[in-house]
């Protein structure tokens, strides 16, 4: 059973910065597409950042792009958002997300309805 935990969210000042990480366990294999999604309070949940099996591709949202940056190490089934410039507009619960795909397809993907497991979604709060 594939189970991710994510850790680092927390309370920053406009302006700071927050790494967000997320383990997976049960994988049998690395070829999972990863993303990151948020819902802020009385909104929809959102894309954030993606990132390819191999970590060859990424995108991300424009409201972040420029200040966030999506990583992952495979070896250690685990993948980082990195979230600098903070503002308060980044408030939210912020999720991780993967998806099993094929090792010939190293695509990213931004719809949240592709994923298969989610995380937990720790709270980060960005106070002005």
């Known amino acids: 059973q594939v189970q991710l935990v994510e850790s680092g969210g927390g309370l920053v000042q406009a302006g700071g910065s927050l790494t967000l990480s997320c383990a997976a366990s049960g994988l049998t294999s690395s070829n999972y597409a990863m993303g990151w999604f948020r819902r802020a309070p009385g909104k929809e949940r959102e894309f954030v950042a993606a990132?390819?099996?191999?970590?060859?591709?990424?995108d991300y949202a424009d409201s972040v792009k420029g200040r966030f940056t999506v990583s992952r190490d495979n070896a250690k089934n685990t993948g980082n958002l990195q979230m600098q410039s903070l503002n308060p507009e980044d408030t939210a619960v912020y999720y991780c997300a993967r998806k099993w795909v094929s090792r010939n397809s190293d695509n990213y993907y931004i719809a949240e309805n592709e994923y298969e497991y989610w995380g937990q979604g720790p709270q980060v709060t960005v106070s002005s």
């Open positions: 990132i390819s099996w191999t970590g060859r591709l990424t």
